[in-house]
Structure formats: C-alpha cells, structure tokens
T-cell receptor, first 114, second 112 residues
C-alpha cells in the first residue's frame, strides 16, 4: 500500500468551476503538507504549505488538512485555463534545520476548458 | 534571487553507461534533495545532502550516488544505467529550518 494515495484523474472542468483535489495518507507521522503544481515537462512549483490540521487560503486556492481522517484537500475557486496542470500533494515527517524528504502522491491531471 | 537550476535539460544514454546530473541550489539554501519522477508518477525521493554529507536516502540502489560541494551545488551520479532509469530527475533545495522544498526544472534522461 502506498503511503500517499491520490486519484490520478484526469479531471476536466469548465472555466469558472470550483475544483476539489484530494489525497489520503496512512502514516500518522506526517506533519507538513504541501501542494505543488507541475506543468507539462516542467519541475513542480510550490502552491501551498500547511503545518498540521487546519485551513489556509491564498487567493483562489484553499488548502485543508484533517489529520484525524488523514485527508488533505486543495480547492481552486474560479478556475482558469492557466490552472491546467498536474497537481501533486506532498508530505514530510521530520523537522529541523536539515530539511526533510517529501513523499508525493501520484498527481492529479487537471484540465480547465475555456 | 536565482532559483534552482539543473543541467543538462535532456540526455540520452545507452544501457550500462554512466551519467552525471548537476544542480545549483537556490541562494541561501544549504540542503539539496534529488528525486526521480517516472512518467505519470509522483517524484520519488532518492537522497538528500546537507553540509556536503548524505542526510537520508530513499529506496534506491548504491549505483545512485551523489555529492554536494561547498557552494551547496550538487551532483547525482548513476552507474550501470538500466532502461527503467529513464525518468525526469529533479533537484530541490531547502532553506535552513523550513520544510518546503523548491524544485528545479529537471533533467530528462532517456536510456536506450
């Protein structure tokens, strides 16, 4: 069983729709949760970062973490064609000055149609 | 501020050969991690370097090795290339005390 599960999609929505992307995980040691956006043939770009449970909002993006359910979500409001990309959830279990390894989901491929 | 850079962008090798990939970390970041991303998959952690020493390793064989230099740049070396090594290799750097990692554009390796 994978430590992080993510529906690969593909997910196709009309412009302006609210998009919900989700990941579940099995390791309760994960404390830090991130969402990355990856355009085709590019490196992942950090979108959102959350520590422990709760919500975080940044513009059209909202990240939610529910540690009791081991479930994280990313919501995109007023989706735009430029949001078309693969969205990767990532988690880490260690802190400190040396950084941590990230465990990624498979990624969800999103297409926003004009 | 300069972001993470990687070279080369693309590479074609044949099975059994050796390859070296290079990464320059973002300014102020002293930790570099390497990931392998197969087509259609999420990145898989290979190893991490902090202050020129390996600081954690994922489930990759010893033919995957690395180095970090005093200026925090890094190399990933892969010996005895196999067809399954074909992937996008990503380098990420971290700011001291932060959990978030910032990725470079990757090197796309094709093994024939």
């Amino acid at each position: 069983q994978k430590e992080v599960e993510q529906d690969p999609g593909p997910l196709s929505v009309p412009e302006g729709a609210i998009v919900s992307l989700n990941c579940t995980y099995s390791n309760s040691a994960f404390q830090y949760f991130m969402w990355y956006r990856q355009y085709s043939r590019k490196g992942p770009e950090l979108l959102m970062y959350t520590y422990s449970s709760g919500n975080k909002e940044d513009g059209r993006f909202t990240a939610q973490v529910d540690k009791s359910s081991k479930y994280i979500s990313l919501f995109i409001r007023d989706s735009q064609p430029s949001d078309s990309a693969t969205y990767l959830c990532a988690m880490s279990r260690l802190g400190g000055t040396s950084g941590s390894r990230l465990t990624f989901g498979e990624g969800t491929q999103l297409t926003v149609n004009p | 501020e300069t972001g993470v850079t990687q070279s080369p962008t693309h590479l074609i090798k044949t099975r059994g050969q050796q390859v070296t990939l290079r990464c320059s970390s973002q300014s102020g970041h002293n930790t570099v991690s390497w990931y392998q991303q197969a087509l259609g998959q999420g990145p898989q952690f290979i190893f991490q370097y902090y202050r020129e020493e390996e600081n954690g390793r994922g489930n990759f064989p010893p033919r995957f090795s690395g180095l970090q230099f005093p200026n925090y740049s890094s190399e990933l070396n892969v010996n005895a290339l196999e067809l399954d090594d074909s992937a996008l290799y990503l380098c990420a750097s971290s700011f001291p005390g932060w959990e978030t990692q910032y990725f470079g554009p990757g090197t796309r390796l094709l093994v024939l």
